[in-house]
């Protein structure tokens, strides 16, 4: 997509509706507000081709955003108040973050831990086994007894 300033409140309903769908409800609004100062920077800085793609994705027990452009200039930073947006703010907003370049351009990217209990995808969980009463063999069996229960279990793979 081409980026642009009207395009910005757009990928936030985009991005809020995924978080929501996913069980990450109080992630919405930090993810939000770092992918608007990342895309707000594609506007600001890239000259020319402003075509960009934000990516959100889900690992496990981290959350990661990233929006790629090609321009191969990495963004520099030049405050560490998160007072002043950018990049600042989005380390803000996140628990790590990072660029790099690649061969159509660069990647920022920021992540957020997630709790283990927001899983993504949750159904109702399948109902367990029994648990069958363990008793040990004895330690020496005879060769051939009909009175010796037997166990048969079935491989469940």
Known sequence: MAASSERIPQIRRILAAHLRYWSLEHHVKPVCRAVDELVDNVVQHVSGDKTCVVELRMTGRRLIASVSDRDRRLPPVRTSSPSRGGLAQVAKLSDSWG?????????????????????????????RRPVVEFRPLPLSLPAHRSDVPVLEVDAVR
């Open 99 to 127: 660029t790099c370049g690649t061969d159509e351009g660069k990647v920022v990217w920021f992540s957020r831990r997630v709790k283990e209990a927001e899983r993504i995808l949750t159904g109702p969980r399948a109902p």
